[in-house]
């Protein structure tokens, strides 16, 4: 199949995210604690289905995106026409601008202040929301490898409050291998309450012993690479019939900025397959 | 309040089986915004767009393809990998247990509330014992057609399930690229002490989300035709490398 015109593809940035959304990063700022100020990133995390499928044209076996589209007059919308509108009344909006939105708390939509520390231990897991990691921008990355290694060596984590986009997020900031991730909690007034359960129900030393038992018989360490393989081998089974049953497909070559497609999955799923057959 | 079950299921490990019901466990209040197309303000919406043709592909045109390498697609049905694969029988299969501290919360995903369903008292004894050994149960399940990886933990007298990540979905720290850089001893320990100085202990129902009620707040304003000041973000100078050890000094000498 031979390409046509090369079709360029608009960067994924809408006005949504704000201004200083940087090329390195979903925002840009300062990271402090007390006196201390530190130039940084924010990035991403985490990345749903890494190892997945991509959708298809089944025309021309090109991949899809996800656009903005005007059902109106049926055309994909740039980033630079896209506005935010507050709803009134039946398709009759406000618009609030970036710059608005950044008034409402001007001291918190360019600094994540740490205020407090906390015991990293003591944060019931039901308030984790997303996280993402921080990277240091130039001229910062001492100050935050020393705040890294202070919080790891006291299990501590911060606690701050910043606003990405329309959110204002209460989030930790925490150590992890070196690294400073940012994960966004729960408000308190978002966790719904559990059922209560009625306190005559005892429970039985017999049964709970015996529960125990089993599950000490079941104790080990916590490795999610060996889960991710687990898919991984499931999936490159039914892919080797497949590759017998049909030829690859091609698609158009198309111009395309900041492209992330797995560079080379088959190798990679190789390879964990070897990891998996060396641990037996 | 009655609350509605997501979904039922039984918990399964050796000859333990307890049936529970799932909730939700997390519900956002947050203002809603749309996009809007800045000439008419129409609502946009979100369409699946061929990149090559830059036309929006209808549901039935769209194929599913796994990248064998660069441009080159297997076709494959979404629906022959599930078949195989996964069975949906209800089941959250409890494969290990874990001491619950080592699960990162990088790997934490959406989490659920269970309740007991029948068999009260083995639910509750599983809860406590899980609540006095401090574990967690590693487990999967087919829910809605789609398989998931997930953590049982215990929550007082409830228990609690929490979706993780896979493996690949975590980008791994040593892909930040982070350089290393030497720290003198006084420096870390000027940080430490920092650090316990400022910590206190842990009260989330403390936070308010006020920002939601000045955000409100703003929109009223703009409903009623008010000016909105605009107020340019409070931007704090970095600290310069070499003013590092006396930002912390000065810190300390601050809270003391």
């Known amino acids: 199949m031979k390409a046509r015109d090369p079709v ?49 044209h089944r025309k021309d076996y090109s991949p899809l995106k996800t656009r903005m589209f005007c059902p109106e007059e049926e055309t994909i919308v740039p980033p630079d026409e896209i506005v935010r509108g507050y709803e009134i009344a039946h398709d009759s909006y406000i618009l609030i601008t970036d710059e608005e939105l950044e008034s409402v708390t001007p001291e918190r939509s360019r600094t994540i202040e740490i205020i407090e520390f906390i015991d990293a231990k003591e944060i019931d897991p039901i308030y984790y929301d997303h996280p993402y990691y921080l990277v240091p921008s130039k001229g910062g990355e001492k100050a ?58 005892e429970v039985e030393d017999e049964e709970k012993n015996h529960i125990k038992k089993k599950i000490r018989k079941m104790m080990t360490d916590f490795d999610p690479e060996k889960y991710a393989d687990e898919r991984r081998k499931k999936i490159l089974t039914i892919l080797k019939s497949k590759v017998k049953e049909q030829a690859p497909v091609e698609a158009p070559e198309i111009e395309e900025e900041g492209r992330t497609g797995p560079a080379d999955l088959v190798a990679t799923l190789r390879e964990s397959m070897r990891k998996v057959k060396k641990k037996r | 309040m009655e609350k509605r079950a997501i979904w039922k299921g039984y918990i399964n490990f050796g000859n333990v089986n307890v049936p529970v019901n799932l909730y939700a466990a997390i519900k956002e209040r947050r203002i809603q915004f749309h996009l809007l197309h800045k000439r008419d303000h129409v609502r946009l919406r979100q369409q699946m767009v061929c990149v090559f043709e830059k036309k929006p592909v209808p549901r039935e045109e769209q194929s599913k393809g796994f990248e064998v390498e660069e441009g080159k697609y297997i076709i494959v049905d979404p629906s022959e990998f599930e078949q195989s694969a996964f069975k949906d029988n209800r089941v959250i299969e409890i494969h290990e247990f874990i001491k619950t501290e080592q699960v990162d919360p990088l790997f934490l995903g959406r989490v659920f509330h269970l309740g007991p369903d029948v068999n009260l008292k083995g639910y509750s004894a599983l809860a406590l014992a899980l609540k006095e050994m401090d574990v967690a149960g590693i487990c999967t399940w087919s829910m809605r057609k789609r398989h998931y990886l997930g953590a049982l933990h215990a929550s007082g007298k409830m228990l ?69 000041a605009i107020l340019r973000p409070k931007r704090v100078k970095p600290t310069a490398p070499g003013k590092l050890l006396w930002a912390l000094e000065a810190s300390l000498k601050k809270i003391a």
Request: glycine letters at 6%.
């Open chain 1, 144 to 201: 935050y490898c020393l705040l890294a290694e202070a919080m790891r060596q006291t299990h501590r984590a911060g606690l701050a409050k910043f606003v990405l986009s329309e959110r204002e997020h209460l989030v930790v900031v925490k150590s992890t291998e070196g690294a400073l991730a940012v994960i966004t909690l729960h408000y308190g007034e978002e966790i719904l309450p559990k059922e209560s359960i009625s306190a005559k129900e």
């Open chain 2, 160 to 228: 609690r399930l929490h979706m993780l990540r896979y493996a690949d979905e975590v980008i791994p720290v040593k892909s930040l690229d982070l350089s290393e850089m030497p720290l003198a001893e006084k420096e870390v320990k000027i940080g430490i002490d920092l650090i316990n100085q400022l910590t206190v202990p842990f009260e989330p129902q403390t936070f308010e989300n006020d920002h939601q009620k000045r955000l409100q707040n703003l929109i009223d304003k703009k409903v009623h035709g008010e000016k909105i």
């Open chain 1, 8 to 56: 360029k593809v608009s960067s994924k940035s809408s006005p949504v995210m704000g201004k200083g959304v940087s090329s390195r990063g979903i925002w840009s700022g300062t990271l402090s604690f007390s006196l201390v100020a530190i130039p940084v990133h924010l990035v991403k995390a985490v990345e749903p289905g890494r190892v997945s499928f991509r959708m298809l």
